[in-house]
Protein backbone atom coordinates (compact mmCIF):
# COMPACT_ATOMS: atom_id res chain seq x y z
CA UNK A 1 0.00 0.00 0.00
CA UNK A 2 1.41 3.34 -0.85
CA UNK A 3 1.19 5.47 2.43
CA UNK A 4 2.93 8.84 2.81
CA UNK A 5 4.41 9.53 6.61
CA UNK A 6 6.40 12.40 7.86
CA UNK A 7 6.32 10.39 11.14
CA UNK A 8 7.84 6.97 12.21
CA UNK A 9 4.84 4.14 12.86
CA UNK A 10 4.45 4.71 16.63
CA UNK A 11 4.20 1.56 18.67
CA UNK A 12 1.96 1.24 21.83
CA UNK A 13 4.55 -0.06 24.95
CA UNK A 14 5.06 -3.75 24.65
CA UNK A 15 3.89 -4.17 21.46
CA UNK A 16 6.11 -5.71 18.98
CA UNK A 17 4.51 -4.67 15.25
CA UNK A 18 3.58 -0.74 14.70
CA UNK A 19 -0.05 0.13 14.99
CA UNK A 20 0.50 1.70 11.52
CA UNK A 21 1.63 -1.78 10.04
CA UNK A 22 -1.20 -3.79 11.24
CA UNK A 23 -3.58 -0.80 9.49
CA UNK A 24 -1.41 -1.39 6.32
CA UNK A 25 -2.12 -4.88 6.50
CA UNK A 26 -5.63 -4.63 7.06
CA UNK A 27 -6.11 -1.85 3.96
CA UNK A 28 -4.42 -4.21 1.65
CA UNK A 29 -6.50 -6.89 2.48
CA UNK A 30 -9.94 -5.27 2.07
CA UNK A 31 -11.81 -5.66 -1.37
CA UNK A 32 -12.42 -1.90 -1.98
CA UNK A 33 -10.30 0.64 -2.83
CA UNK A 34 -9.53 3.51 0.10
CA UNK A 35 -7.34 6.53 -0.44
CA UNK A 36 -7.34 9.24 2.08
CA UNK A 37 -6.73 13.12 1.54
CA UNK A 38 -5.17 15.51 3.59
CA UNK A 39 -6.85 18.88 4.09
CA UNK A 40 -4.39 20.58 1.27
CA UNK A 41 -6.17 17.55 -0.99
CA UNK A 42 -2.78 15.18 -1.06
CA UNK A 43 -3.06 11.36 -1.52
CA UNK A 44 -1.13 10.09 1.86
CA UNK A 45 -3.11 6.46 1.63
CA UNK A 46 -3.71 4.46 -1.47
CA UNK A 47 -4.43 0.94 -0.64
CA UNK A 48 -3.40 -1.47 -2.95
CA UNK A 49 -6.69 -2.17 -4.74
CA UNK A 50 -7.17 1.47 -5.56
CA UNK A 51 -3.96 1.52 -6.75
CA UNK A 52 -4.64 -1.09 -9.32
CA UNK A 53 -7.90 -0.02 -10.09
CA UNK A 54 -6.15 3.30 -11.12
CA UNK A 55 -3.46 1.81 -12.54
CA UNK A 56 -1.33 4.39 -10.19
CA UNK A 57 2.27 3.45 -9.71
CA UNK A 58 3.62 1.72 -6.92
CA UNK A 59 5.81 2.52 -3.67
CA UNK A 60 6.68 6.66 -3.78
CA UNK A 61 6.76 8.51 -0.30
CA UNK A 62 6.44 11.98 -1.65
CA UNK A 63 2.39 13.09 -1.23
CA UNK A 64 0.74 13.60 -4.55
CA UNK A 65 -2.10 15.75 -5.53
CA UNK A 66 -5.68 13.81 -5.52
CA UNK A 67 -6.36 15.70 -8.87
CA UNK A 68 -3.91 13.88 -10.54
CA UNK A 69 -5.08 10.39 -9.53
CA UNK A 70 -8.99 10.91 -9.73
CA UNK A 71 -9.93 11.96 -13.10
CA UNK A 72 -13.40 11.55 -14.02
CA UNK A 73 -14.17 11.01 -17.83
CA UNK A 74 -16.93 13.86 -17.38
CA UNK A 75 -14.79 17.61 -18.92
CA UNK A 76 -14.83 19.84 -16.05
CA UNK A 77 -15.83 17.24 -13.08
CA UNK A 78 -14.01 17.84 -9.77
CA UNK A 79 -14.19 14.80 -7.96
CA UNK A 80 -12.38 16.10 -5.16
CA UNK A 81 -13.66 18.93 -4.37
CA UNK A 82 -17.22 17.75 -4.83
CA UNK A 83 -15.94 15.64 -1.62
CA UNK A 84 -14.51 18.23 0.87
CA UNK A 85 -18.24 20.54 -0.27
CA UNK A 86 -20.12 18.19 1.68
CA UNK A 87 -19.90 15.52 4.80
CA UNK A 88 -21.00 12.66 2.94
CA UNK A 89 -21.24 11.80 -0.42
CA UNK A 90 -22.16 8.16 -2.43
CA UNK A 91 -22.13 8.14 -6.79
CA UNK A 92 -21.24 6.34 -9.64
CA UNK A 93 -19.57 7.30 -12.32
CA UNK A 94 -16.65 6.07 -14.67
CA UNK A 95 -12.83 6.90 -13.29
CA UNK A 96 -9.81 7.46 -15.69
CA UNK A 97 -6.92 5.32 -15.07
CA UNK A 98 -3.38 6.20 -15.98
CA UNK A 99 -3.14 5.10 -19.04
CA UNK A 100 -6.66 6.13 -20.31
CA UNK A 101 -8.13 3.16 -19.21
CA UNK A 102 -12.07 3.53 -18.21
CA UNK A 103 -13.08 2.60 -14.64
CA UNK A 104 -16.74 2.11 -13.74
CA UNK A 105 -16.68 2.84 -9.98
CA UNK A 106 -18.89 3.45 -6.97
CA UNK A 107 -17.59 6.26 -5.45
CA UNK A 108 -18.47 7.22 -1.63
CA UNK A 109 -16.52 10.04 0.00
CA UNK A 110 -16.33 10.91 4.01
CA UNK A 111 -15.56 14.03 5.69
CA UNK A 112 -13.56 13.94 8.80
CA UNK A 113 -11.94 16.69 11.14
CA UNK A 114 -10.95 19.87 11.36
CA UNK A 115 -9.21 20.48 9.46
CA UNK A 116 -11.13 18.16 7.32
CA UNK A 117 -9.81 15.29 5.51
CA UNK A 118 -11.01 13.13 2.96
CA UNK A 119 -11.96 9.23 2.73
CA UNK A 120 -12.77 7.46 -0.28
CA UNK A 121 -13.76 4.55 -0.93
CA UNK A 122 -14.13 3.11 -4.47
CA UNK A 123 -16.12 -0.63 -5.53
CA UNK A 124 -15.57 -2.00 -8.99
CA UNK A 125 -18.88 -1.66 -10.48
CA UNK A 126 -18.25 -4.06 -13.63
CA UNK A 127 -17.03 -6.57 -10.24
CA UNK A 128 -20.24 -5.82 -8.73
CA UNK A 129 -22.12 -6.28 -11.64
CA UNK A 130 -20.77 -9.83 -12.54
CA UNK A 131 -21.38 -10.99 -9.02
CA UNK A 132 -25.14 -9.67 -9.48
CA UNK A 133 -24.92 -11.48 -12.41
CA UNK A 134 -24.18 -14.74 -10.52
CA UNK A 135 -26.80 -14.44 -8.25
CA UNK A 136 -29.05 -14.26 -10.75
CA UNK A 137 -27.71 -17.02 -12.44
CA UNK A 138 -27.90 -18.90 -8.96
CA UNK A 139 -31.84 -17.86 -8.94
CA UNK A 140 -32.35 -19.21 -12.33
CA UNK A 141 -30.67 -22.15 -11.59
CA UNK A 142 -32.73 -22.99 -8.49
CA UNK A 143 -36.10 -22.14 -10.43
CA UNK A 144 -34.64 -24.67 -13.35
CA UNK A 145 -33.97 -27.19 -10.40
CA UNK A 146 -37.86 -26.70 -8.88
CA UNK A 147 -38.88 -27.03 -12.72
CA UNK A 148 -37.05 -29.55 -13.18
CA UNK A 149 -38.55 -31.58 -10.76
CA UNK A 150 -41.70 -31.07 -10.99
CA UNK A 151 -41.25 -31.83 -15.08
CA UNK A 152 -39.68 -35.00 -13.73
CA UNK A 153 -42.19 -36.47 -11.82
CA UNK A 154 -45.10 -35.69 -14.49
CA UNK A 155 -42.76 -37.20 -17.12
CA UNK A 156 -42.20 -40.61 -14.73
CA UNK A 157 -45.72 -41.77 -14.01
CA UNK A 158 -47.00 -41.84 -17.91
CA UNK A 159 -43.34 -43.06 -19.34
CA UNK A 160 -43.87 -46.05 -16.89
CA UNK A 161 -47.03 -47.00 -18.52
CA UNK A 162 -45.71 -46.86 -22.04
CA UNK A 163 -42.92 -49.05 -20.67
CA UNK A 164 -45.35 -51.55 -18.99
CA UNK A 165 -47.43 -51.54 -22.39
CA UNK A 166 -44.51 -51.98 -24.27
CA UNK A 167 -43.36 -55.12 -22.97
CA UNK A 168 -46.87 -56.76 -23.04
CA UNK A 169 -47.19 -55.99 -26.46
CA UNK A 170 -43.81 -57.54 -27.45
CA UNK A 171 -44.72 -60.54 -25.30
CA UNK A 172 -47.68 -60.84 -28.31
CA UNK A 173 -45.46 -60.80 -31.12
CA UNK A 174 -43.11 -63.86 -32.40
CA UNK A 175 -39.36 -63.12 -32.63
CA UNK A 176 -39.49 -62.83 -35.93
CA UNK A 177 -42.15 -60.29 -36.61
CA UNK A 178 -40.72 -57.55 -37.80
CA UNK A 179 -43.65 -55.42 -35.37
CA UNK A 180 -41.31 -56.63 -32.64
CA UNK A 181 -38.35 -54.30 -34.25
CA UNK A 182 -40.44 -51.30 -33.53
CA UNK A 183 -42.02 -52.35 -29.75
CA UNK A 184 -38.11 -52.95 -28.97
CA UNK A 185 -36.79 -49.57 -29.98
CA UNK A 186 -39.90 -47.79 -27.85
CA UNK A 187 -38.60 -49.73 -25.22
CA UNK A 188 -35.16 -48.60 -25.78
CA UNK A 189 -36.27 -45.10 -25.79
CA UNK A 190 -38.16 -45.62 -22.86
CA UNK A 191 -35.18 -46.67 -20.63
CA UNK A 192 -32.83 -43.67 -22.42
CA UNK A 193 -35.96 -41.10 -21.01
CA UNK A 194 -36.13 -43.02 -17.96
CA UNK A 195 -32.37 -41.80 -16.99
CA UNK A 196 -32.93 -38.51 -18.24
CA UNK A 197 -35.71 -38.29 -15.58
CA UNK A 198 -33.64 -39.86 -12.61
CA UNK A 199 -30.95 -37.41 -13.60
CA UNK A 200 -33.05 -34.29 -13.44
CA UNK A 201 -34.01 -35.74 -10.01
CA UNK A 202 -31.04 -35.82 -9.14
CA UNK A 203 -30.15 -32.50 -9.90
CA UNK A 204 -33.26 -30.95 -8.82
CA UNK A 205 -32.95 -32.58 -5.63
CA UNK A 206 -29.38 -34.14 -4.45
CA UNK A 207 -29.22 -36.43 -1.69
CA UNK A 208 -27.51 -34.92 0.96
CA UNK A 209 -24.21 -37.04 1.99
CA UNK A 210 -23.93 -38.94 5.02
CA UNK A 211 -20.03 -38.40 5.53
CA UNK A 212 -18.45 -41.04 7.16
CA UNK A 213 -14.48 -41.52 7.75
CA UNK A 214 -12.60 -43.13 4.16
CA UNK A 215 -10.25 -43.59 1.53
CA UNK A 216 -9.92 -41.91 -1.91
CA UNK A 217 -7.88 -44.69 -2.77
CA UNK A 218 -11.00 -47.25 -2.22
CA UNK A 219 -12.87 -44.99 -4.50
CA UNK A 220 -10.53 -44.92 -7.37
CA UNK A 221 -10.49 -48.81 -6.97
CA UNK A 222 -14.22 -49.42 -7.12
CA UNK A 223 -14.14 -46.84 -10.30
CA UNK A 224 -11.50 -48.86 -11.96
CA UNK A 225 -13.58 -52.15 -11.24
CA UNK A 226 -17.03 -50.85 -12.91
CA UNK A 227 -14.35 -49.37 -15.98
CA UNK A 228 -12.57 -52.17 -16.94
CA UNK A 229 -14.18 -53.00 -20.16
CA UNK A 230 -14.27 -50.16 -20.93
CA UNK A 231 -10.83 -49.44 -20.65
CA UNK A 232 -10.17 -52.63 -22.69
CA UNK A 233 -12.20 -51.53 -25.68
CA UNK A 234 -10.63 -48.09 -25.87
CA UNK A 235 -7.41 -49.61 -25.27
CA UNK A 236 -6.52 -47.23 -22.11
CA UNK A 237 -3.41 -47.50 -20.01
CA UNK A 238 -5.07 -46.70 -16.42
CA UNK A 239 -2.04 -45.88 -13.71
CA UNK A 240 -2.66 -44.49 -10.39
CA UNK A 241 -0.21 -42.81 -7.66
CA UNK A 242 -1.13 -42.87 -4.29
CA UNK A 243 1.01 -40.78 -2.07
CA UNK A 244 2.14 -42.81 1.33
CA UNK A 245 0.54 -42.13 4.80
CA UNK A 246 -2.48 -40.27 3.79
CA UNK A 247 -5.34 -40.68 6.74
CA UNK A 248 -8.48 -41.07 6.38
CA UNK A 249 -11.10 -38.14 4.99
CA UNK A 250 -14.61 -37.82 5.61
CA UNK A 251 -16.53 -38.87 2.85
CA UNK A 252 -19.78 -40.28 1.25
CA UNK A 253 -18.08 -43.23 -0.46
CA UNK A 254 -21.30 -43.86 -3.11
CA UNK A 255 -21.28 -40.55 -3.77
CA UNK A 256 -17.70 -39.70 -4.90
CA UNK A 257 -17.44 -42.90 -7.07
CA UNK A 258 -19.97 -41.09 -8.61
CA UNK A 259 -17.91 -37.91 -9.45
CA UNK A 260 -15.15 -40.16 -10.19
CA UNK A 261 -17.06 -42.28 -12.67
CA UNK A 262 -18.63 -39.59 -14.49
CA UNK A 263 -14.92 -38.10 -14.90
CA UNK A 264 -13.55 -41.36 -15.92
CA UNK A 265 -16.24 -42.04 -18.30
CA UNK A 266 -15.45 -38.17 -19.98
CA UNK A 267 -12.24 -39.27 -19.86
CA UNK A 268 -12.49 -42.51 -21.83
CA UNK A 269 -14.80 -40.53 -24.65
CA UNK A 270 -12.08 -38.12 -24.88
CA UNK A 271 -9.77 -41.21 -25.88
CA UNK A 272 -11.81 -42.99 -28.03
CA UNK A 273 -8.62 -44.19 -29.95
CA UNK A 274 -6.43 -45.22 -26.64
CA UNK A 275 -4.24 -43.63 -24.63
CA UNK A 276 -3.20 -43.24 -20.72
CA UNK A 277 -5.43 -42.37 -17.66
CA UNK A 278 -3.45 -41.30 -14.63
CA UNK A 279 -4.79 -40.69 -11.10
CA UNK A 280 -2.85 -38.75 -8.84
CA UNK A 281 -4.01 -38.70 -4.37
CA UNK A 282 -2.00 -35.87 -3.09
CA UNK A 283 -1.77 -34.06 0.28
CA UNK A 284 -2.21 -30.33 -0.92
CA UNK A 285 -2.10 -26.64 0.58
CA UNK A 286 -5.06 -24.45 -1.25
CA UNK A 287 -7.12 -21.60 0.64
CA UNK A 288 -10.27 -22.54 2.27
CA UNK A 289 -13.16 -22.23 0.25
CA UNK A 290 -16.40 -20.18 2.30
CA UNK A 291 -18.43 -22.65 4.30
CA UNK A 292 -21.22 -24.46 2.72
CA UNK A 293 -23.96 -26.98 3.24
CA UNK A 294 -21.26 -29.84 3.65
CA UNK A 295 -19.44 -27.61 6.49
CA UNK A 296 -19.72 -26.77 9.89
CA UNK A 297 -18.65 -23.50 11.44
CA UNK A 298 -16.71 -25.38 13.86
CA UNK A 299 -14.38 -27.32 11.32
CA UNK A 300 -10.98 -26.59 10.82
CA UNK A 301 -10.62 -23.97 7.91
CA UNK A 302 -14.40 -23.13 8.30
CA UNK A 303 -14.55 -19.26 10.03
CA UNK A 304 -14.30 -16.59 8.29
CA UNK A 305 -11.31 -15.35 9.54
CA UNK A 306 -9.61 -18.25 8.61
CA UNK A 307 -11.36 -18.58 5.38
CA UNK A 308 -8.21 -16.59 3.35
CA UNK A 309 -5.64 -18.49 5.18
CA UNK A 310 -3.75 -21.77 3.41
CA UNK A 311 -5.99 -25.16 3.99
CA UNK A 312 -4.75 -28.72 4.02
CA UNK A 313 -6.93 -30.52 1.35
CA UNK A 314 -6.90 -34.21 -0.19
CA UNK A 315 -6.84 -34.06 -3.93
CA UNK A 316 -7.65 -36.44 -6.55
CA UNK A 317 -6.24 -35.54 -9.88
CA UNK A 318 -7.40 -37.03 -13.01
CA UNK A 319 -5.50 -36.60 -15.78
CA UNK A 320 -6.15 -38.06 -19.88
CA UNK A 321 -4.08 -37.50 -22.91
CA UNK A 322 -7.03 -37.29 -25.15
CA UNK A 323 -8.60 -34.35 -27.14
CA UNK A 324 -8.89 -32.13 -24.68
CA UNK A 325 -11.78 -29.44 -24.26
CA UNK A 326 -11.87 -26.10 -26.34
CA UNK A 327 -11.40 -22.67 -24.64
CA UNK A 328 -15.05 -21.73 -25.62
CA UNK A 329 -16.35 -24.54 -23.96
CA UNK A 330 -14.18 -24.88 -20.59
CA UNK A 331 -16.65 -22.22 -18.93
CA UNK A 332 -19.79 -23.44 -19.95
CA UNK A 333 -18.90 -27.07 -18.46
CA UNK A 334 -20.89 -26.84 -15.24
CA UNK A 335 -24.01 -25.65 -16.31
CA UNK A 336 -27.13 -27.58 -16.44
CA UNK A 337 -27.96 -28.89 -19.59
CA UNK A 338 -24.69 -28.27 -21.55
CA UNK A 339 -23.15 -31.21 -23.03
CA UNK A 340 -21.12 -32.07 -26.44
CA UNK A 341 -22.34 -35.29 -26.61
CA UNK A 342 -25.26 -36.48 -28.86
CA UNK A 343 -26.95 -38.46 -26.05
CA UNK A 344 -25.39 -36.86 -23.18
CA UNK A 345 -27.90 -34.70 -20.55
CA UNK A 346 -25.58 -32.15 -19.61
CA UNK A 347 -26.24 -32.75 -16.06
CA UNK A 348 -23.45 -35.00 -15.06
CA UNK A 349 -20.58 -32.33 -13.99
CA UNK A 350 -23.26 -30.05 -12.50
CA UNK A 351 -24.40 -32.91 -10.27
CA UNK A 352 -20.66 -33.84 -9.53
CA UNK A 353 -19.89 -29.94 -8.49
CA UNK A 354 -22.95 -30.27 -6.42
CA UNK A 355 -21.74 -33.42 -4.46
CA UNK A 356 -18.40 -31.83 -4.19
CA UNK A 357 -19.63 -28.38 -2.64
CA UNK A 358 -21.72 -30.43 -0.85
CA UNK A 359 -18.17 -32.18 0.60
CA UNK A 360 -16.87 -28.62 1.46
CA UNK A 361 -14.28 -28.91 -1.52
CA UNK A 362 -14.46 -28.12 -4.70
CA UNK A 363 -13.77 -29.37 -8.52
CA UNK A 364 -11.57 -27.46 -11.24
CA UNK A 365 -11.26 -28.52 -14.67
CA UNK A 366 -7.90 -27.62 -16.75
CA UNK A 367 -7.35 -28.37 -20.62
CA UNK A 368 -5.86 -27.74 -23.92
CA UNK A 369 -6.92 -28.89 -27.27
CA UNK A 370 -4.96 -31.84 -28.37
CA UNK A 371 -2.88 -32.22 -25.25
CA UNK A 372 -5.74 -33.94 -22.96
CA UNK A 373 -7.45 -32.97 -19.58
CA UNK A 374 -7.05 -33.01 -15.74
CA UNK A 375 -9.89 -32.82 -13.22
CA UNK A 376 -8.69 -31.72 -9.69
CA UNK A 377 -11.11 -33.38 -7.14
CA UNK A 378 -10.12 -31.28 -3.85
CA UNK A 379 -11.23 -32.54 -0.56
CA UNK A 380 -10.76 -30.46 3.08
CA UNK A 381 -8.45 -32.57 5.88
CA UNK A 382 -10.31 -31.93 8.61
CA UNK A 383 -9.58 -33.11 12.39
CA UNK A 384 -12.31 -34.03 13.59
CA UNK A 385 -14.02 -37.71 15.36
CA UNK A 386 -17.29 -39.57 14.47
CA UNK A 387 -19.47 -39.77 11.14
CA UNK A 388 -22.33 -36.63 10.73
CA UNK A 389 -24.63 -35.85 7.93
CA UNK A 390 -23.96 -32.58 6.25
CA UNK A 391 -27.79 -31.62 6.94
CA UNK A 392 -30.65 -32.59 9.31
CA UNK A 393 -31.45 -35.81 7.44
CA UNK A 394 -34.81 -36.68 7.07
CA UNK A 395 -35.44 -40.42 8.08
CA UNK A 396 -38.38 -40.75 5.48
CA UNK A 397 -35.95 -40.52 2.83
CA UNK A 398 -33.44 -43.62 2.80
CA UNK A 399 -30.56 -44.42 0.64
CA UNK A 400 -32.97 -46.68 -1.76
CA UNK A 401 -35.61 -43.80 -2.01
CA UNK A 402 -32.94 -41.83 -3.50
CA UNK A 403 -31.35 -44.57 -6.28
CA UNK A 404 -34.53 -44.38 -7.64
Not at 272 to 301: K, S
Not at 309 to 316: A, C, K, L, N
Not at 317 to 346: A, E, H, M, N, W
Request: aromatic letters at 4%; a positive charge.
Amino acid sequence: MTRVSARAPRRRPGAGVPAEALLDTLLDDLDTGVIALDPERRVVVCNDVARRMLQAPAGGRAARPAASLLRSVVPGEDLVREGFARARTERETVLLGRHGAEVPVLLATHRVGKPPWLLITLRDLSRMRRSQQEMRRHERLATLGQLSAGVAHEIRNPLAGIGTSAQVLLRRFEPRDERARFVQVILEEVSRLDRIVTSLLQYARPRSPELQSGSLAACIEKVRELSAESFVQSQIQVEVDVAPRLGPVYIDGDLITQVLLNVTLNAVQAMAGGGTLRYVVRRVRRRAPPRGPGRRATDHGAGETQARMPFEYQQVRVSDTGVGIPRGVLTKLFDPFFSTKPQGTGLGLSISQTIMQEHGGGIEVASREGRGTTVLLNFPVEKRHGPRRTRDADPSRSRSADRR
